[in-house]
């Protein structure tokens, strides 16, 4: 009897190791994202669901995301072709081009994850091969258990941060259309004069009416919704990555003051060029998400900071400005040190195999060590920079002089604009100008 209830504790144990498994990848922890994503047509892949293997992850042409993908898509080109007419009618102004470059950088966005999308079969699959590795006994620890749990949770706080950002922009943008219309003594229906304020490029063409203006608002949430999204994807992926980093670490360290065998250093090397690959890899297919990121939030702050010099109005305007700077900048500095994350766990992999004593060492610990020497262990973008700290501070000293240039040349330039001086459907919203 003992012997039986050993043999089933046994096996209980073992079947919550696997359940723990398949709770610890990255298409599990990432799964509802990828559904919430693909209602706004954002990466049209079918069998992403958390539970569903990776073998049935598919690219499909005939699919109702890649369908809604489409529509998007097009409704963002229209836009963009709209938002040029009023360019070309008042002039190239940083106040005309907000709906032209929202409307770019949300086509960019669409395009790169379509892109994206025929390839995430392949990448998903060659992640789980590689997760297998971290799955074993031998790399259970806190970073492997919680894996899952920290993946979603920094999901969440972001998609939650999104939200509030944008909620804070349809107050802003209620409250100063009641403002006008009740400050102005404007007699126009109030929904009517709300979305002629916020698209002013697509009713200047199209007649108002309930379908479309529930269709618009429908379309600019998912164009919203891209523009967050690309920094929040990069963000789990490079958090996920640096936690394998940190496993990897962990079962150094733990064995770093033993006289450990040639074979299981050589076992550890196959494991480290399989997380080297896996890396690569992704460099290679998120390097334009890459590059997008960086250019379209660093346009978004100086574009926010030549408005710090403007009177923006009420106080709810007010507060749109400042949450919705605070939000972009505390996005962008998470999508860097995230990135910037896999390559100093390298560096701490390195410190580690150096507080090994010299007589532990062996031909295999030298492989690696070169191979920690030789690898940067780092996504870039298309290969012109790496994500590291230094970038880090290298953009942040960019803003920093175009401030001061700013400061400068917009010394008492600042006038105080009446809410009716632009007349009905006007806004003073960031994109839509």
């Keep these: 009897m003992p012997i039986a209830i050993g043999h089933l504790a046994s096996q209980h144990s073992a079947m919550q190791r696997q ?19 693909q209602f706004f047509g954002v990466l049209p892949i079918s069998g992403v669901w958390p539970n569903s293997p990776v073998e049935k992850v598919r690219f499909r042409w005939l699919s109702p995301s890649f369908f809604v993908s489409c529509i998007i898509l097009g409704f963002a080109i ?12 008042h002039g190239l102004k940083i106040y005309t081009i907000g709906s032209l470059s929202f409307s770019v950088i949300c086509i960019a966005g669409f395009g790169v994850f379509l892109s994206l999308s025929f390839r ?8 789980a091969r590689c997760e297998l590795v971290f799955l074993q006994p031998g790399y259970d620890c806190r970073y492997g258990r919680q894996f899952g749990r920290r993946v979603r949770l920094w999901g969440v706080c972001l998609l939650v941060a999104a939200l509030c950002e944008h909620s804070t922009y349809v107050g802003s943008a209620i409250y100063s259309n009641y403002q006008q219309i009740h400050e102005c003594k404007l007699d126009v229906d109030f929904w009517l004069n709300y979305f002629q304020r916020e698209r002013q ?8 009416s309930l379908v479309q203006a529930l269709f618009i608002e429908w379309t600019t949430l998912a164009m919203t919704f891209v523009w967050n999204f690309v920094d929040i994807f990069l963000i789990l992926i490079s958090r996920s990555l640096q936690l394998r980093a940190q496993q990897m670490h962990w079962r150094i360290r733990q064995h770093a003051g033993q006289r450990m065998s040639n074979e299981f250093w050589e076992q550890l090397r196959y494991d480290l060029l399989d997380f080297s690959d896996l890396l690569k890899l992704y460099d290679k297919e998120l390097s334009g998400l890459v590059i997008l990121a960086c250019a379209h ?17 009420s106080y709810m305007d007010e507060l749109y400005f400042w949450f919705s700077l605070f939000y972009v900048i505390t996005r ?37 060590h070169e191979i920690m020497l030789t ?8 290969g012109y920079f790496l994500l590291t700290r230094r970038l880090i501070f290298a953009m942040a000293a960019t803003l920093m002089a175009y401030e001061l240039v700013l400061i400068n040349q917009m010394n008492g330039s600042e006038v105080q604009l ?4 632009r007349g009905a459907g006007s806004s003073k919203s960031i994109f839509y100008s």
């Excluded at 490029?201 to 108002?208: A, G």
């Design 375 to 382: 690898n940067s262990f780092a996504l870039s973008g298309k």
């Design 332 to 368: 962008i500095c998470n999508m860097m040190f995230a990135a910037s994350a896999i390559p100093q766990e390298a560096k701490e992999i390195s410190y580690t195999l150096f507080e090994i004593p010299t007589e532990y060492w062996c031909l295999e610990l030298k492989r690696i």
């Design 418 to 421: 009446s809410i009716c001086s």
């Design 19 to 37: 359940t723990h498994s398949k709770k610890n990848t990255l298409q599990h922890a990432i799964g509802p994202f990828l559904i919430l994503a």
């Design 297 to 313: 939030n660093m346009y978004f702050v100086c574009v926010q900071v030549y408005h710090s010099f403007k009177t923006r109005g």
């Design 78 to 89: 229209m836009d963009c072709g709209l938002s040029s007419k009023i360019v070309f009618e």
């Design 120 to 127: 995430w079969p392949h990448l998903i699959r060659q992640t």
């Design 201 to 208: 490029e697509l009713f200047s063409v199209f007649h108002f």
